[in-house]
């Protein structure tokens, strides 16, 4: 059971989840970090540290955030692909999230 970032994440870019990885599964791609489903080891040490409460358990995904299962994937194809998932869920969807201060 990976992880999976999702919405509240776009544009916030806070590395706290990426720092505490310890095993380096999370990367940071064009509007927001995402989780490597093949490298996560499922230990829930970034949830805590998300300013934003966007990490949950893959079986935990709110429904209406399923699209996030595909682009956290889609780290495996490579961060034109993420960025490109993010953009058009983002537009589709009016996401409008702030960046936190000092981010």
């Given at each position: 059971?990976?992880?999976?970032?999702?919405?509240?994440?776009?544009?916030?870019?806070?590395?706290?989840?990426?720092?505490?990885?310890?095993?380096?599964?999370?990367?940071?791609?064009?509007?927001?970090?995402v989780?490597?489903?093949?490298?996560?080891?499922?230990?829930?040490?970034c949830?805590?540290?998300?300013?934003?409460?966007?990490?949950?358990?893959?079986?935990?995904?709110?429904?209406?955030?399923?699209?996030?299962?595909?682009?956290?994937?889609?780290?495996?194809?490579?961060?034109?692909?993420?960025?490109?998932?993010?953009?058009?869920?983002?537009?589709?969807?009016?996401?409008?999230?702030?960046?936190?201060?000092?981010?």
């Amino acid at each position: 059971m990976p992880y999976i970032i999702s919405e509240a994440c776009i544009d916030i870019m806070d590395n706290s989840c990426i720092q505490v990885c310890p095993v380096d599964c999370i990367s940071a791609h064009g509007r927001m970090r995402v989780i490597d489903p093949e490298s996560c080891i499922d230990c829930g040490a970034c949830v805590p540290e998300c300013p934003v409460e966007a990490i949950y358990p893959d079986d935990e995904l709110p429904d209406a955030l399923s699209e996030f299962v595909q682009i956290n994937a889609a780290v495996l194809e490579g961060t034109e692909q993420v960025d490109a998932l993010v953009d058009a869920y983002a537009s589709a969807h009016n996401v409008s999230n702030t960046p936190a201060e000092g981010k």
